[in-house]
């Protein structure tokens, strides 16, 4: 049986683990900063009071702590692992961790850097990708074994170098957060009342309100270390300066500046014609599903 600690196991993405890894009939013990036993009875796995003493007779320790302080926590207890075992992390940013595990990891310790793009409202794997960010010489039969576990359960897996996935990460997650919560903050600063508006929205915006008000429910913290990926400071950088550009169009009345921004914009997006077709499904599956309700609710009045 594979023994496994899960550092930061008390929050939501560690508990996701626990419960997987329990499912998988593993040995799962975890550990949190704020002595949560009572996440670990409720999740059914055992609580590791001594978390250096677990940390040295573990097959696999995962890190789930925040990012800003998974570097520090791989530092302190990477050196006590034991040959043979697996250090993994999971983390939206992979540079600096993966560095601190290749570096305080002992000889014969292995190293999966490991990004999980779902979150942990997720029932399962099943439809999700996983990104691995295996270490040349630090990763070995761990690497086929994680990833054989993931991939049975339906999971798509991609692997990336360290410093490929944060370039990717930038605009994939820290751009796209970034820019969904600019949108809410705009509401806020134009005290502009969104369920009013909602009596009038067309689709798109119905979609696009939903998704802004989908990250505004979650986690500040988490959200606002994502933003510390190295590499999001340039994406948000460039996502500022062509929103002043294309406003300074729009407010000088330079109409044709403002088309030939959109024009070459969508010559290097590609396949735009493709992308109206699947959010013309998006759309419709929403029309479909607000007029089978109406529906219903009709049909229960009756």
């Avoid at 570097?71 to 601190?100: H, Y």
């Avoid at 729009?250 to 109206?276: C, N, P, V």
Wanted: contains cysteine.
């Amino acid at each position: 049986m594979v023994r496994i600690l899960i550092l930061g196991g008390t929050g939501e993405t560690g508990s996701w683990f626990a419960r997987y890894f329990r499912e998988k009939g593993w040995e799962v013990a975890v550990w949190g900063p704020s002595g949560r036993v009572e996440v670990a009875e409720r999740l059914g796995v055992h609580y590791a009071h001594d978390m250096m003493a677990e940390v040295e007779r573990s097959d696999v320790l995962l890190i789930s702590v925040p990012i800003e302080k998974t570097v520090d926590v791989i530092r302190q207890v990477a050196p006590r692992m034991r040959p043979g075992s697996l250090i993994m992390d999971v983390t939206s940013v992979k540079s600096g961790p993966v560095r601190a595990m290749k570096a305080y990891a002992p000889e014969g310790v292995e190293v999966l850097g490991t990004h999980p793009m779902f979150g942990p409202t997720m029932p399962s794997l099943s439809g999700q990708t996983v990104i691995l960010t295996p270490v040349e010489k630090k990763t070995g039969v761990w690497l086929e074994r994680i990833r054989s576990l993931f991939e049975a359960d339906g999971a798509k897996i991609e692997i990336l170098q360290a410093e490929e996935h944060d370039e990717i990460m930038a605009v994939v997650q820290a751009l796209t957060h970034f820019a969904y919560i600019s949108i809410g903050a705009a509401l806020k600063a134009l005290d502009f009342d969104v369920q009013r508006s909602q009596r009038f929205m067309s689709p798109v915006y119905e979609i696009m309100i939903d998704f802004v008000g989908r990250i505004l429910d979650q986690s500040p913290d988490l959200y606002a270390s994502i933003q510390m990926n190295p590499k999001a400071a340039l994406a948000r950088q460039a996502f500022v300066a062509e929103s002043m550009r294309l406003c300074e169009k729009a407010d000088s009345g330079d109409t044709e500046g403002f088309k030939q921004t959109m024009r070459e914009a969508a010559l290097h997006y590609g396949g735009t014609h493709e992308a109206l077709q699947r959010s013309d499904r998006v759309i419709n599956a929403r029309i479909r599903d607000k007029e089978r309700d109406k529906k219903s609710g009709g049909d229960q009045d009756d």
